[in-house]
């Protein structure tokens, strides 16, 4: 398969937000602003191709009966490590995202990936399967926030254009899900035909 | 794919993937270590900075505790010019870590929140400059009512987060109580 497929599988036939529906609690959680979806959104892609790389990687060499704990040690550990270099370099973005950071590693968008794709494929495909589903969660949260922000704040990407309060029901988590209720619905209109 | 499982492969497998994880997370904690402590510091040193009058001395450095809670002095030319107060209030999604500045007289010179979980776009503009904040600024909570107008007091809440607001308030009370003890002591 080719990997510019692989890439446009994951952001469209297979995106995790519009059509798995996986990983709803981040994605109602942090998506209050754009900036936050796109922050949430990178951070699972970083830990999604670095998992996916490893897992497919020693797959082989591990017996069938625990390589779902052997998973998610590895999960757990590039969490950590994302934690520690999010603590580091960007503190802002780390306070934002707060707790939904050790939580990717119980997101089931990681581990679906891992069980349902890296396993069984090479090292090289399984990079390009998180980097498209990685893409797909990152651009998903990064509409749903920018959606609720414009509604909510008046704002897009922190820069305030209607000044006033905005309505507030949709940074609160109602809002979170009458935007995706809707977009997910849009989605499966645009993408009707193609699938 | 996977290989047969026995329980020598299991136990092995295992104790190997967590052996490398754990390797490698020590490195990267030992790499990140140091940055970390310089993030936090300088966020501790720009909430100290924001809360009390211009001083010549580095706070952080001469940090002392009184009743469980972290006092930074701010000396200008060795005589004490303020004392900014590290304190812990219960807002309404959970702890609101905040830093109040005192002038030398008890007068509250600013506040800056440092960390907080209250609800976005109601409580968490606690963070932000309004009116909540600023109208305590210059006030000395010993002659001033400092409790939101619902109270009796002459602050005004942020409209529908009373309680974040009744939490800041009451961490500048605390704040204050530290401070009171302060002078007692010297």
Same mark, same amino acid.
């Given at each position: 398969?080719?990997? &510019?497929? $692989?890439?446009?599988?994951?952001?469209?036939?297979?995106?995790?937000?519009?059509?798995?529906?996986?990983?709803?609690?981040?994605?109602? !959680?942090?998506?209050?602003?754009?900036?936050?979806?796109?922050?949430? !959104?990178?951070?699972?892609?970083?830990? &999604?191709?670095?998992?996916?790389?490893?897992?497919?990687?020693?797959?082989?060499?591990?017996?069938?009966?625990?390589?779902?704990?052997?998973?998610?040690?590895?999960? +757990?550990?590039?969490?950590?490590?994302?934690?520690?270099?999010?603590? +580091?370099?960007?503190?802002?973005?780390?306070?934002?995202?707060?707790?939904?950071?050790?939580?990717?590693?119980?997101?089931?968008?990681? $581990?679906?990936?891992?069980?349902?794709?890296?396993?069984?494929?090479?090292?090289?495909?399984?990079?390009?399967?998180?980097?498209?589903?990685?893409?797909?969660?990152?651009? +998903?949260?990064?509409?749903?926030?920018?959606?609720?922000? &414009?509604?909510?704040?008046?704002?897009?990407?922190?820069?305030?254009?209607?000044?006033?309060?905005?309505?507030? +029901?949709?940074?609160?988590?109602?809002?979170?899900?009458?935007?995706?209720?809707?977009?997910?619905? $849009?989605?499966?209109?645009?993408?009707?035909?193609?699938? | 794919?996977?290989?047969?499982?026995?329980?020598?492969?299991?136990?092995?497998?295992?104790?190997?993937?967590?052996?490398?994880?754990?390797?490698?997370?020590?490195?990267?904690?030992?790499?990140?270590?140091?940055?970390?402590?310089?993030?936090?510091?300088?966020?501790?040193?720009?909430?100290?900075?924001?809360?009390?009058?211009?001083?010549?001395?580095?706070?952080?450095?001469?940090?002392?505790?009184?009743?469980?809670?972290?006092?930074?002095?701010?000396?200008?030319?060795?005589?004490?010019?303020?004392?900014?107060?590290?304190?812990?209030?219960?807002?309404?999604?959970?702890?609101?870590?905040?830093?109040?500045?005192?002038?030398?007289?008890?007068?509250?010179?600013?506040?800056?929140?440092?960390?907080?979980?209250?609800?976005?776009?109601?409580?968490?503009?606690?963070?932000?400059?309004?009116?909540?904040?600023?109208?305590?600024?210059?006030?000395?909570?010993?002659?001033?009512?400092?409790?939101?107008?619902?109270?009796?007091?002459?602050?005004?809440?942020?409209?529908?987060?009373?309680?974040?607001?009744?939490?800041?308030?009451?961490?500048?009370?605390?704040?204050?109580?530290?401070?009171?003890?302060?002078?007692?002591?010297?």
């Amino acid at each position: 398969m080719g990997k &510019l497929k $692989l890439i446009s599988e994951g952001i469209i036939k297979n995106n995790p937000t519009f059509v798995l529906i996986l990983g709803m609690c981040p994605t109602l !959680g942090t998506t209050t602003s754009a900036i936050n979806g796109m922050g949430m !959104g990178l951070a699972t892609l970083f830990v &999604l191709v670095l998992s996916n790389m490893s897992i497919s990687a020693i797959a082989k060499l591990i017996p069938e009966e625990v390589r779902i704990p052997s998973y998610i040690v590895v999960i +757990a550990a590039f969490v950590t490590i994302l934690q520690l270099l999010l603590q +580091a370099f960007i503190p802002s973005l780390y306070e934002t995202l707060g707790i939904f950071i050790p939580l990717i590693v119980v997101n089931c968008i990681v $581990l679906g990936r891992a069980e349902a794709y890296a396993n069984k494929n090479s090292v090289i495909d399984s990079a390009f399967d998180g980097l498209g589903v990685g893409l797909g969660f990152t651009i +998903a949260l990064t509409i749903l926030g920018l959606v609720r922000e &414009l509604l909510g704040s008046g704002s897009l990407f922190g820069w305030k254009f209607i000044q006033g309060e905005g309505m507030l +029901a949709f940074v609160l988590a109602p809002g979170a899900f009458i935007v995706l209720a809707y977009l997910i619905v $849009l989605f499966r209109k645009v993408t009707a035909n193609k699938a | 794919m996977a290989k047969e499982s026995s329980f020598k492969s299991m136990v092995i497998t295992l104790s190997v993937i967590c052996l490398v994880c754990s390797a490698l997370l020590g490195v990267v904690y030992s790499v990140t270590k140091a940055p970390i402590e310089a993030a936090e510091l300088a966020k501790i040193n720009n909430a100290i900075k924001a809360v009390v009058p211009e001083c010549d001395n580095n706070p952080s450095e001469e940090v002392f505790e009184v009743d469980g809670s972290v006092v930074y002095p701010a000396k200008m030319n060795g005589t004490i010019v303020g004392y900014a107060i590290k304190v812990k209030a219960s807002g309404f999604g959970g702890p609101i870590q905040m830093m109040v500045g005192f002038n030398a007289d008890g007068t509250i010179y600013n506040t800056s929140v440092i960390s907080h979980s209250e609800t976005p776009g109601l409580g968490a503009q606690i963070s932000d400059e309004i009116p909540t904040r600023t109208q305590i600024v210059g006030k000395n909570p010993a002659s001033s009512k400092l409790s939101v107008t619902k109270d009796g007091g002459e602050i005004d809440a942020i409209t529908a987060s009373t309680i974040t607001s009744r939490a800041f308030l009451k961490g500048v009370d605390a704040a204050y109580k530290v401070f009171v003890e302060l002078q007692k002591q010297q």
